[in-house]
Structure formats: structure tokens, C-alpha cells
């Protein structure tokens, strides 16, 4: 099985930053994407970035410019540099992994358990 633990969320004030860190442990053979995804209440769950094992990254319009996405490989890390918050990235934030358990097997889809992010005065 695989297991991802998030850390970081919190309140802060508009304008503040906060990190996200999510580690990955289990039986991995190896992880393709790793990504962080919101989901704020009474509205669906949306991705917020996401980063490949090549570091190819992708982000919602929303956070660009704002959010930063980085991947340490060995350690099955990711993390999530947010500045410049807004109330509106007020969420729930999920960490996400796409892992392969042995060599040429499927890639399966794996969730951490959230952390709360609320960005108000």
C-alpha cells in the first residue's frame, strides 16, 4: 500500500504564504506525477499544479505567478510554495500521486488525508 502525508496548511492573512509538503512512502517502485489538488466547500475538487518525474509542471490560471510546485525524487517528496493568498484559495488541499508498485505494473491513483488552508483577516 501507499500512504501520503501532508503537513503545512493553516490560517494566514491575505496577502501571507504558507507551504504544503506531502511525503510519499509504501511500496513504490516509482511515482509519475505528484500534485496538489483544492476543494472548497460546497465546490468540486480541482487541481491546483502538478509536477511529472521530469519536472514538467502545469497550474490552474488561478494560482499562477502565486503558487510554486517542487519535487524531490529520491525522498517521494512534494511541495507546494503559495504566496500572495487570497481568500479565495481558501480549501482543503489534497496531495495526489500516480505510482507504479512494481516494475511494468499499472500506475494507481493514491490521496492523502488534506490539509486545511484558510487565507481571511
Known amino acids: 500500500q501507499v500512504r501520503l502525508v501532508e503537513s503545512g496548511g493553516g490560517l494566514v492573512q491575505p496577502g501571507g504564504s504558507l507551504r504544503l509538503s506531502c511525503a510519499a512512502s509504501?511500496?513504490?517502485?516509482?511515482?509519475?506525477?505528484m500534485g496538489w489538488y483544492r476543494q472548497a466547500p460546497g465546490k468540486q475538487r480541482e487541481l491546483v499544479a502538478i509536477v511529472t518525474s521530469g519536472g514538467s509542471t502545469n497550474y490552474a490560471d488561478s494560482v499562477k505567478g502565486r503558487f510554486a510546485i517542487s519535487r524531490d525524487n529520491a525522498k517521494n517528496t512534494v511541495g507546494l510554495q503559495m504566496n500572495s493568498l487570497k481568500p479565495e484559495d481558501t480549501a482543503v488541499y489534497y496531495c495526489?500521486?500516480?505510482?507504479?508498485?512494481?516494475?511494468?505494473?499499472?500506475?494507481?491513483?493514491?490521496w492523502g488525508q488534506g490539509t486545511q488552508v484558510t487565507v481571511s483577516s
Open positions: 495526489n500521486a500516480n505510482v507504479r508498485q512494481v516494475y511494468g505494473g499499472p500506475l494507481a491513483g493514491y
Open positions: 509504501g511500496n513504490i517502485y516509482g511515482i509519475y506525477t
